[in-house]
Each structure stands twice: as C-alpha cells, then as structure tokens.
T-cell receptor
Framework: EAQVTQNPRYLITVTGKKLTVTCSQN?????MSWYRQDPGLGLRQIYY???????DKGDVPEGYKVSRKEKRNFPLILESPSPNQTSLYFC???????????FGDGTRLSIL | EDQVTQSPEALRLQEGESSSLNCSYT??????LFWYRQDPGKGPEFLFT???AGEEKEKERLKATLTKKESFLHITAPKPEDSATYLC???????????FGQGTELSVKP
C-alpha cells in the first residue's frame, strides 16, 4: 500500500531534549516536505526536499533541521525543542514538486 | 509577498444546499493550485490540481475552477459526509514552496 509513515504519532517531551520525527515513503517520490499545523494559522511549510541531498527552507524553518540522505526518508530534527514548537506535524511526498502530495497521518508534539 | 486566502472560514449548510468555497491567491507565477480535504485527526487528502486559468475539474459533488486570481470549490447538493476542512494550496513558479490557505471548515447537517 502506498503510504507516508511518520513516527512517533504522539510525543510529550521537555524543553531542550533533542528529538527526531521520522518520515518514510514507499512510492519512490522525489519530493518530500514537512509542515506544521496550528489553529488559526493553517499548514505552514517548514522544509522541503526536491530530491536526495537537496533541501530548502520553507516559511517557518527556525528551530528545525532536516536531512535527505536517501530517497525514502526525510527526518525532522528538533535540536533544542521549545514550547512554541508544540504543534501537529505532517510529512508529505509527491513524485515531483508540482504534483499532488500524499500526507502522513501526523505527529502531535507537545513540548513542556 | 505570496499569499493564499480562503473564505469563508466556516460554512454551515443543510443537506442538499449547494454553495461555493473561495481561494484567492497572489503569487509571482502559478505552477499549480491544489485542493485538499482534511478530516479531524487525519492528514490532508488530495482532491484536485488546476494549472491554468479556465481549467475545471469535477469529482462527484465537487467541482473546482480557476481564474488568474482565485479558485472556487463548488459543492452541489452536499451530504453530511462532505463535512470536513477544505484546504487550498498554491505552488509558485520559483522553487518548491507550497503555500496553504487557512482552510474552510464545512459542516453539512442532515
């Protein structure tokens, strides 16, 4: 089954404790992206990757890191999480950047 | 600045009462406008892509249209199962950024 898999689905952690949210897709897609979704602000793009080893900033990249060492995986790293990064995070992928994206089921992150 | 604005923020309809959702955009060059549906607790699900002014796409009770400044999602004779948040997103000409609107929360009552 074609899918985008995020882990974990839920995480409660504390300020400053490094964490990684993994994202994997099995569709051989070139393009992958991370978003955060907050009430009243909608979906905002954090980082995206047009293909392996190429990543670019979205609209809200501060406090996040990503890497794209292989096509299927695109982890989101929070080196020193802060409470303002509490949010619902989505990973998505598409064959190319101008194609419709497939979204994962989301990761709800709470940083205390 | 590139921007995507959706209206209304929320829409309540009776079953069978047709209506339209609006997505206005300002980007330097459009490389695609996307409509998604999002159910509570789920990731967005793709509905339509529109690439050029005048283009229309249809799927069951939904029809999406595109002009040079906005897109409409027309819902004909909606049913309760059409209740969801509908998101519009725009891909600009340069780079791979995708800009989302804030969404329209649609509620259809039987």
């Amino acid at each position: 089954e074609a899918q985008v898999t995020q882990n974990p689905r839920y995480l409660i952690t504390v300020t400053g404790k490094k964490l990684t949210v993994t994202c994997s897709q099995n569709m051989n897609h070139e393009y992958m992206s991370w978003y955060r979704q907050d009430p009243g602000l909608g979906l905002r793009q954090i980082y995206y990757s047009m293909n392996v080893e190429v990543t670019d900033k979205g609209d809200v990249p501060e406090g996040y890191k990503v890497s794209r060492k292989e096509k299927r995986n695109f982890p989101l790293i929070l080196e020193s999480p802060s409470p303002n990064q509490t949010s619902l995070y989505f990973c998505a992928s598409s064959l190319y950047g101008d194609q419709p994206q497939h979204f994962g089921d989301g990761t709800r992150l709470s940083i205390l | 600045e590139d921007q995507v604005t959706q209206s209304p923020e929320a829409l309540r309809l009776q079953e069978g009462e047709s209506s339209s959702l609006n997505c206005s955009y300002t980007v330097s060059g459009l490389r695609g406008l996307f409509w998604y549906r999002q159910d509570p607790g789920k990731g967005p699900e793709f509905l339509f892509t529109l690439y050029s002014a005048g283009e229309e796409k249809e799927k069951e009770r939904l029809k999406a249209t595109l002009t040079k400044k906005e897109s409409f999602l027309h819902i004909t004779a909606p049913k309760p199962e059409d209740s969801a948040t509908y998101l519009c997103a725009v891909r600009e000409n340069q780079g791979g950024k995708l800009i989302f609107g804030q969404g329209t929360e649609l509620s259809v009552k039987p």
